[in-house]
């Protein structure tokens, strides 16, 4: 048994290595998981008490991003779009049904109103699954979803902000593509 165990202990650490060696990290572990943004103010349309925006505002915090009515720049948040579909046809006991969130954002510079993003959506969706006999599960599970849901987009907005950075006059701007050679 030690053995074994032995070479259970190394065949992970050697994952770890490898891991390590080809770049992967943890989301939000990694030297990306700051935003050098500044003070961001935050507008929404389901404003500041909804679901979505708490999310957004915990992410942009966790990110060193300090949420001021003042700063220079605006993310503007729509309104959430939640699709439902079926996947699961028939009379089967249980159904696959897949929930899609959609969220328009934009970011603006606010002396001048002009976008440095505009009209962009971030997309995330997952699966649930129901059964017919249990009307309140599914909800349950609906739900459960939809708040997942909801971080996912938040995580996922604040990887598409990475991509603005400040430059040597502190101008923000979008980072300009690695050049190909």
């Given at each position: 048994?030690?053995?074994?165990?032995?070479?259970?202990?190394?065949?992970?650490?050697?994952?770890?290595?490898?891991?390590?060696g080809c770049g992967f990290q943890l989301r939000g572990t990694g030297p990306g998981s700051t935003l050098t943004?500044?003070?961001?103010?935050?507008?929404?349309?389901?404003?500041?008490?909804?679901?979505?925006?708490?999310?957004?505002?915990?992410e942009l915090n966790s990110a060193g991003v300090a949420l001021n009515d003042q700063a220079p720049l605006r993310?503007?948040?729509?309104?959430?779009?939640?699709?439902?579909?079926?996947?699961?046809?028939?009379?089967?006991?249980?159904?696959?049904?897949?929930?899609?969130?959609?969220?328009?954002?934009?970011l603006q510079r606010v002396d001048d109103g002009a976008y440095l993003a505009s009209q962009e959506d971030v997309?995330?969706?997952?699966?649930?699954?129901?059964?017919?006999?249990?009307?309140?599960?599914?909800?349950?599970?609906?739900?459960?979803?939809?708040?997942?849901?909801?971080?996912?987009?938040?995580?996922?907005?604040?990887?598409?902000?990475?991509?603005?950075?400040?430059?040597?006059?502190?101008?923000?701007?979008?980072?300009?593509?690695?050049?190909?050679?």
């Amino acid at each position: 048994m030690k053995r074994r165990s032995f070479l259970a202990g190394l065949a992970g650490a050697g994952l770890v290595l490898v891991l390590a060696g080809c770049g992967f990290q943890l989301r939000g572990t990694g030297p990306g998981s700051t935003l050098t943004l500044g003070d961001l103010a935050l507008d929404s349309a389901g404003g500041p008490t909804s679901e979505l925006t708490r999310e957004v505002s915990q992410e942009l915090n966790s990110a060193g991003v300090a949420l001021n009515d003042q700063a220079p720049l605006r993310l503007n948040l729509g309104s959430e779009e939640l699709r439902e579909r079926e996947l699961t046809y028939g009379d089967a006991g249980t159904q696959e049904r897949q929930l899609t969130l959609t969220v328009p954002w934009s970011l603006q510079r606010v002396d001048d109103g002009a976008y440095l993003a505009s009209q962009e959506d971030v997309t995330v969706s997952g699966t649930f699954y129901t059964s017919s006999d249990q009307l309140l599960t599914r909800d349950d599970a609906r739900e459960a979803l939809q708040s997942q849901l909801r971080q996912d987009a938040a995580r996922r907005l604040i990887d598409r902000l990475q991509t603005f950075q400040p430059d040597s006059t502190g101008t923000v701007q979008p980072a300009s593509p690695a050049p190909s050679s």
